[in-house]
């Protein structure tokens, strides 16, 4: 048996310490891959790659494409956006284009990485000088950060100096070169001037559209010429909701007026309140930025929301709704769909798709018997209808004026809460209105047992305010109080219509009234905006 060897021992010294690389902000070499990845995002750019790859997108140059034998297999992902209507556009996120070699450029300073200072949000707090010359009027942007709202969670990016301003909710531009005039020629954006290049529903960034029909260009031409103030005005929800971004969707606009040589001025509404057609907020907030009162016998409105059927023309779907219709007749203005302006061809019939606000009566009994609504003895008055059914209304007018306490929910928060309320009214011996919506047996129960404890009556007013007459007013009342009173959303309305029992006597209840909704306005301004359109997605 062969001696085992013996293991030499290492003569080689321990490896010396590695010295620390101080980073500099001229030399990317010199940066960890996390700052390299943090600075590329902070530029919108791709993040994926090696260090030197990383580096070399910082430069400006652009990545090497890999041999097809070198590309690893991945499955591709689909990622489903959502949209609540045509208006609002969303951008794919663009594949990394192919390295071609460039010259090196020198490295660019690196930014400032605390944009506290200077960011603003889409909800109009604005501490940089920048936001307090937006807030003023000015028509230039000396933006250095934009943050875009996702959720709770928001996320700051790098942009250039761009001519369009951020203001509350909406984003605006009026081109130096556009006509000074009062005649407006209005448009809506996606479906009437343009539709996307590459045949999907949403497109996949800022080069992928062309023009709805090639008259388009020459009719914009057209109207400037005369004298026109060419605007458009859209719902770009996306851009609130982070789907796309600001540049995508306000840098299209700026490549649709170099392509055909006219000034185009924009505003585009980024949230889902006031500004939202057909609300007439952009209209009102351009004419308040020029302060100018438009001409609306001369101006006039194009939008392809126009409430047209399934197969109004061969072969094409309904219209997702009539809200560019709508929004024209709230200004008003005259209204054409794209196939009319541009193309000439006759109308067709419509549907304004929900209430029609002035044929909700102003008269009429909203009960049978009005001395029956307040009761001499303690009671309980369980309220059951929709949000903004005008529950808070009638029992603010006709019972808490009669010394009945108002329970509501929105005011107290939760249930249990309104029982201890309920609970401490009644033990003083008062009557209670129970102001909530108590769709169903379920809500209804634990209030009609309260009442059993203390042995009083429970009488229901049951309102008979249709769903869409009460989503217009739910509409109505986010107007009518500037905001204060942020609109129910859409979700609401679904859950009630799916959980709502009609109240029946074996509840417990010793009496159901039927409430009628009859309209009344307290002076003209208060009418005219009651009047409106409305039309809500979320």
């Not at 996390?34 to 997108?57: M, P, V």
């Not at 603010?396 to 509501?408: E, F, M, P, W």
């Amino acid at each position: 048996m062969p001696p085992k060897r013996r293991r030499a021992s290492s003569s080689r010294s321990p490896s010396p310490k590695r010295k620390k690389v101080e980073k500099d902000d001229s030399d990317y070499s010199t940066w960890t891959v996390q700052d390299l990845r943090a600075e590329l995002s902070s530029k919108s750019l791709s993040t994926k790659g090696t260090k030197k790859e990383l580096i070399d997108r910082l430069n400006g140059k652009e990545p090497e494409a890999p041999s097809p034998s070198s590309r690893p297999k991945r499955a591709a992902a689909k990622k489903k956006v959502e949209s609540d209507d045509d208006d609002d556009s969303e951008e794919a996120p663009a594949r990394a284009a192919p390295k071609r070699k460039a010259p090196a450029r020198a490295a660019p300073k690196r930014p400032v990485r605390n944009a506290a200072k200077n960011k603003r949000n889409y909800e109009g707090s604005s501490d940089s000088e920048d936001d307090q010359s937006e807030n003023s009027g000015s028509e230039s942007s000396q933006e250095e950060s934009v943050v875009v709202n996702r959720g709770t969670s928001s996320r700051a990016r790098q942009v250039k100096k761009n001519p369009w301003i951020v203001e509350d909710t909406v984003v605006y531009h009026v081109p130096a070169e556009s006509n000074d005039s009062i005649k407006l020629a209005a448009f809506d954006m996606d479906s009437t001037l343009i539709a996307t290049k590459s045949g999907k529903k949403f497109a996949t960034g800022r080069n992928d559209w062309k023009w709805l029909f090639p008259e388009v260009p020459e009719k914009l031409k057209e109207y400037h010429a005369n004298g026109y103030r060419v605007v458009i005005f859209s719902n770009q929800a996306g851009v609130g909701k982070g789907n796309t971004t600001l540049e995508a969707v306000a840098g299209k606009i700026m490549d649709l007026s170099a392509d055909c040589g006219v000034p185009i001025a924009f505003v585009f509404a980024t949230g889902d309140d006031k500004y939202r057609k057909p609300a007439t907020g952009m209209w009102t907030f351009l004419e308040e930025k020029l302060g100018k009162t438009f001409d609306l016998a001369e101006s006039f409105y194009v939008g392809d929301a126009a409430g047209r059927a399934e197969g109004w023309k061969p072969g094409y779907k309904k219209d997702f709704g009539c809200s560019d219709r709508k929004f024209a007749h709230n200004i008003p203005i005259p209204f054409h769909t794209p196939e009319e302006f541009f193309l000439g061809e006759a109308a067709v019939p419509f549907d304004w798709r929900g209430v029609i606000p002035k044929d909700v009566p102003t008269s009429g009994k909203f009960i049978d018997n009005e001395d029956d609504l307040a009761s001499s003895s303690q009671e309980m008055i369980l309220c059951v209808g929709p949000p903004a059914a005008g529950k808070s209304t009638f029992s603010q007018t006709y019972l808490v004026s009669k010394g009945y306490v108002r329970i509501n929910r929105d005011t107290l928060k939760t249930q249990p809460k309104c029982l201890k309320a309920a609970k401490e009214a009644l033990a003083e011996g008062k009557s209670v209105v129970i102001d909530n919506t108590n769709p169903d047996r379920k809500s209804r129960a634990p209030y009609i047992s309260l009442a059993e404890e203390f042995s009083v009556p429970v009488r229901c007013f049951h309102f008979q305010t249709s769903l869409e007459l009460a989503q217009h007013l739910n509409e109505f009342r986010e107007v009518i109080t500037n905001g204060a009173q942020p609109h129910v959303p859409t979700m609401v309305y679904r859950m009630y219509n799916k959980n709502f029992q009609e109240p029946e006597e074996d509840e417990g209840i010793t009496q159901i009234k039927k409430i009628n909704f009859v309209r009344n306005h307290p002076d003209d301004a208060h009418k005219t905006v009651f009047e409106k359109f409305t039309e809500r997605h979320s």
